[in-house]
């Protein structure tokens, strides 16, 4: 790579580009890949800063195993490119009634003589429709052969750098005061989305960026569901409320999950609470390196299920995290859950939680928060206990 410095507005230094390049290639002369057809944002992030919600479109990079990388993306992207990442060969396709980006990536593929390679594609990713893998299959077939090779570079991105660390624990810290506003925000008669406003507005006020989901704020009958729904809501008298977020400082998520009480915490509600936060420590004493995810999840299911609300639990208990673009701040796989095997290592960020709805009271609790796994257990980036937070 000939570009000295690293661009204007990259996340990391070129040193850090050029090591994960490096690793990247590395992995794909061991697979016996010619090439890699990157489709994946969080592989053009992690391996050259770039930075776009172009993605929605046709969008791929071409990685030789020897050679530069060359993007081709929409003119949006062109100065983006420029700006973000460590890519100097940026090709554009223009939009018409006639456009076929695929055949445009393949005549790239040929320029850099991959003409009858063996090229992986990157087919797990919000970057690759349906539709665009059906036209680059049309394309290739009989110009070189594709194969999976969607965990090559996510992978890599599982175990965190010094340098990534250092965004996670500030996406972290931001999480905790996001929360906090959230709560102060919580009050009879406001409406729900006061809450998620105090969230987004405090993450920003703050120096982090907009996160790649938006944050569930669920309230009443409302908080056992798992996923934000439309509609701001009125909170009450007595409401419980599920927050649950992630924060984001340069693309990289930290995840936070507590419950808002407003006013009285019901017998029902108490003695969940109770049984949440001992599942909460269990899972958590049983994240260290050297063990498998399953050891978590075992965990979960074990202090839930004795407790009585084993039908209410989860069947997973968390997932990896990670820098993330739009639809979602889960950085997945792996997700945590039984019979996982994957082994933790030292630098990777998990976001354990735990979640009880009871089906016929509507009574919910959810707690949860990020940490880095460590060689004797865990660093966790929350300041705050796993306890009701009463507004």
């Known amino acids: 790579m000939s570009t000295a410095v690293a661009p204007p507005l990259a996340t990391f230094p070129l040193a850090e580009y050029e090591a994960r390049l490096e690793r990247t290639r590395a992995r794909m002369r061991e697979r016996g890949l010619d090439g890699l057809l990157l489709f994946a ?104 052969t594709l194969v999976d090779a969607s965990d090559l570079v996510r992978d890599q991105r599982l175990v965190k750098s010094p340098a990534e660390l250092v965004h996670v624990r500030e996406a972290g810290r931001l999480a905790d005061l996001a929360m906090e506003a959230a709560r102060a925000a919580a009050r009879p008669g406001k409406l729900s989305g006061d809450m998620a406003g105090a969230i987004l507005a405090t993450t920003l006020a703050h120096g982090g960026d907009l996160p790649s989901e938006q944050p569930i704020v669920n309230s009443g009958p409302r908080a056992v569901y798992g996923r934000g729904v439309l509609g701001a809501h009125p909170l009450e008298e ?117 979640m009880l709805g009871a089906v016929d009271s509507r009574r919910a609790v959810g707690m949860g928060h990020t940490v880095i796994v460590t060689e004797t257990g865990c660093e966790q980036l929350s300041r705050l206990p796993f306890e009701p937070l009463f507004a």
Request: proline letters at 5%; glycine letters at 8%; aromatic letters at 10%.
């Open 238 to 354: 007595n409401d419980q409320v599920l927050v649950e977020f992630g924060a984001s400082h340069r693309r990289y998520m930290a995840c936070i999950e507590r419950t808002v009480i407003l006013g009285h915490l019901s017998e029902e509600h108490a003695t969940m609470f109770k049984v949440v936060r001992a599942t909460m420590e269990a899972m958590i004493g049983a994240i260290r390196a050297g063990a498998p995810l399953s050891d978590i999840d075992a965990e979960h299911r074990r202090v839930l299920d004795a407790s009585g609300f084993g039908a209410d639990r989860y069947g997973a208990c968390g997932y990896s995290l990670g820098a993330t673009f739009a639809p979602t701040w889960m950085d997945v796989p792996p997700m945590i859950y039984s019979g996982n095997p994957l082994v933790m290592q030292p630098g990777m960020v998990l976001f354990p939680h735990a």
């Open 41 to 144: 944002q969080e592989s053009l992030f992690y391996l050259t800063g770039y930075d776009t919600s172009g993605y929605v479109f046709f969008q791929c990079a071409v990685l030789p195993v020897d050679g530069p990388i060359t993007l081709l993306t929409r003119r949006p992207d062109l100065a983006q490119a420029r700006d973000t990442s460590t890519i100097e060969d940026v090709r554009i396709w223009y939009n018409a009634e006639d456009a076929n980006p695929a055949a445009e990536l393949r005549a790239i593929a040929a320029e850099k003589g991959l003409a009858g390679a063996r090229l992986g594609v990157e087919f797990a990713t919000y970057g690759l429709t349906a539709a665009n893998w059906r036209s680059v299959e049309t394309e290739f077939t009989g110009f070189a």
